[in-house]
C-alpha cells in the first residue's frame, strides 16, 4: 500500500463517499477538526482530574493519588462517604470521556488507513493545531 494524491475515497462508512475536490476539502476540514477535538479532549481530562484531586480534602486527595486502602478515612462518616461518591462520579466521567477519546482516535486511524494523501495530512495539520492550541490551556490549572 502507498500514500496516494486523489480526491475520490469512501472514509470509515459507505455514505462518507467523496468524489469531487470540494468534497475532499470538506472531508479534510472535519478530519482535522476530529484532531483538534481529540487534543482537546486529552487536555480536557488532565484539567478534570486536577480539579477532582483539589477539590477532595488534603488526606483523602493524598490516599487517593497513593493508592492506601479506603479503611482509614473513616467509611461510616458522611464526609466519608460524600467524598467517594465525588470521586467516583469523577471517575465515571473520566471513563466515559476517555471512551470518546479512543473512538475519536481509532476514527482517525481509520481515516488515515484509507491512504489518501490529504486525509492524512489533514490529521497530522488537526493533531498539531489541537496540541498548539489545547496544551497552553495546562498551565492554567
Not at 481509532?106 to 495530512?121: D, H, K, Q, R
Request: proline share 4%.
Amino acid at each position: 500500500m502507498h500514500f496516494i494524491f486523489s480526491d475520490e475515497v469512501v472514509l470509515l462508512f459507505d455514505f462518507w463517499s467523496v468524489h469531487s475536490p470540494t468534497g475532499m476539502a470538506l472531508s479534510v476540514v472535519v478530519v482535522l477538526l476530529l484532531a483538534v477535538l481529540y487534543e482537546s479532549i486529552k487536555v480536557g481530562k488532565i484539567k478534570l482530574l486536577h480539579q477532582a484531586l483539589e477539590s477532595l480534602p488534603a488526606p483523602i486527595n493524598q490516599q487517593l493519588t497513593e493508592d492506601t486502602d479506603w479503611e482509614s478515612t473513616g467509611p461510616e462518616s458522611p464526609t466519608g462517604n460524600r467524598t467517594r461518591l465525588r470521586w467516583f462520579l469523577c471517575h465515571f466521567g473520566q471513563s466515559l470521556i476517555h471512551v470518546a477519546q479512543v473512538v475519536i482516535g481509532y476514527f482517525m486511524m481509520l481515516a488515515v488507513m484509507s491512504y489518501n494523501t490529504w486525509i492524512f495530512l489533514g490529521v497530522v495539520l488537526g493533531s498539531a493545531v489541537g496540541y498548539y492550541l489545547a496544551y497552553p490551556l495546562l498551565s492554567m490549572v
